[in-house]
């Protein structure tokens, strides 16, 4: 009897370990799936805010359009007019702003490699 209580303590030992283990990867894939939730969570709150801005930032430029727009067209009518009643309207400078930055003296050929002349 005592040779299968022996063995039937082994086996009780061994099953909770087994349990255990269990337990633990149980616990440790929650912990992940948790993790990759609240991960998601919080990706999904990003692309929320970031559209929102998106948004906000194309209806400020449509309202700012539709304004400049407005304004173009009171100054084409004033021209028009003072155009048709022979007059000779004072004409605007026309200034377009390409966004690029003009050459830094030196700086352009640095970046390549080379130097500047």
Do not use: C
């Not at 692309?47 to 100054?75: F, M, N, P, V």
């Amino acid at each position: 009897m005592n040779q299968t209580t022996g063995k039937r303590s082994r086996f009780l030992h061994l099953g909770g370990w087994v349990a255990e283990l269990i337990l633990v990867f149980v616990g440790v894939y929650a912990a992940f799936w948790l993790n990759s939730y609240q991960q998601q969570q919080q990706d999904a709150q990003r692309r929320d805010r970031i559209l929102a801005w998106i948004e906000k930032t194309l209806r400020d430029g449509i309202e700012s359009g539709k304004i400049s727009r407005a304004k173009q067209e009171r100054a084409a009518a004033e021209f028009r007019r003072a155009l048709d009643a022979g007059d000779m309207p004072p004409l605007q400078p026309f200034v377009f702003h390409h966004g690029l930055q003009p050459k830094r003296l030196g700086h352009d050929s640095a970046i390549r490699g080379r130097p500047a002349s």
